[in-house]
């Protein structure tokens, strides 16, 4: 498996200027390589959910040829911080 | 191309429908999309299919039996909302299915939603909807009207 968290979560920062970053591997929970990310970036701002993870797939477009199953949650940094509150 | 009429002839053979059978029982009809000559005529009749039916699911398995996780995380959230006439179409029952719908969509994983002919997103985007009451919204666009609702109305 040449995709990994670490690989992943430097992608993300990299180009949706992610300010927080969660990358679960839950790839024991499934049959193959799988991934469960939260992204919160400035990026998202004023952008439906749709586009959001189209902006997250696209990031990772290569190693999504290569992951079973992926589970994305993309967050603004306000949403972030209030759902941090509650 | 050899593969195709490989894959044609067992179908003859098994006596399984080549056309599109759909089994209507009430609750969902699913549609078994082989023969297809070519690649570009897959993303032509992928075009027709989202458009044929208001709620259209690609998923792995059919909606009497998932297999899969997410899937069937889809199914339920709508049979929540009391959509039980929806298409579903099962990638496991040809790869080509499975590959041409991420090409078409552009989007990598399954199961993907459709509602009106548009791409709404697969089971995060569907469950966050539904969590946040979206999807109420989106079902009552399509005229439907979300059984979440009575549900609501019975508790008061």
């Not at chain 1, 992610?18 to 701002?45: G, I, Y």
């Not at chain 2, 609750?27 to 044929?52: F, H, I, P, T, Y």
């Not at chain 2, 899969?68 to 995380?73: M, P, R």
């Not at chain 2, 089971?123 to 966050?128: A, K, R, T, V």
Request: hydrophobic share 40%; net charge neutral.
């Amino acid at each position: 498996m040449s995709v990994t968290a670490d690989h992943i979560r430097d992608r993300l920062i990299k180009e949706l200027a992610a300010v927080h970053v969660e990358v679960e591997d839950t790839s024991p929970n499934r049959c193959a390589a799988s991934f469960k990310v939260l992204v919160v970036s400035p990026q998202f701002e004023n952008k439906p959910l749709l586009q959001r993870h189209r902006m997250v797939n696209a990031c990772l477009a290569e190693e999504l040829k290569e992951i079973h199953a992926f589970e994305q949650k993309t967050l603004t940094p306000e949403q972030w911080k209030k759902q941090n509150s509650q | 191309m050899n593969n195709l009429f490989r894959s044609a002839a067992r179908c003859l053979r098994s006596g399984s429908a080549v056309c599109v059978p759909r089994q209507t029982d009430g609750r969902s009809q699913w549609a078994s999309v082989r023969l297809l000559c070519s690649a570009a005529d897959l993303q032509k009749n992928l075009g027709e299919m989202v458009k044929k039916d208001k709620v259209v699911v690609f998923m792995k398995g059919t909606p009497a039996q998932p297999m899969c996780g997410f899937s069937n995380a889809v199914v339920q959230i709508l049979r929540m909302h009391g959509v039980d006439n929806y298409a579903a179409y099962n990638v496991l029952e040809d790869q080509d299915l499975r590959q041409g719908v991420k090409d078409f969509s552009n989007w990598p994983t399954i199961p993907q939603v459709y509602f009106n002919g548009e791409f709404v997103g697969g089971c995060d985007i569907l469950l966050q909807m539904h969590q946040n009451g979206d999807l109420v919204e989106e079902l009552k666009k399509l005229g439907i009207r979300s059984a979440v609702l009575d549900a609501e109305k019975e508790s008061k």
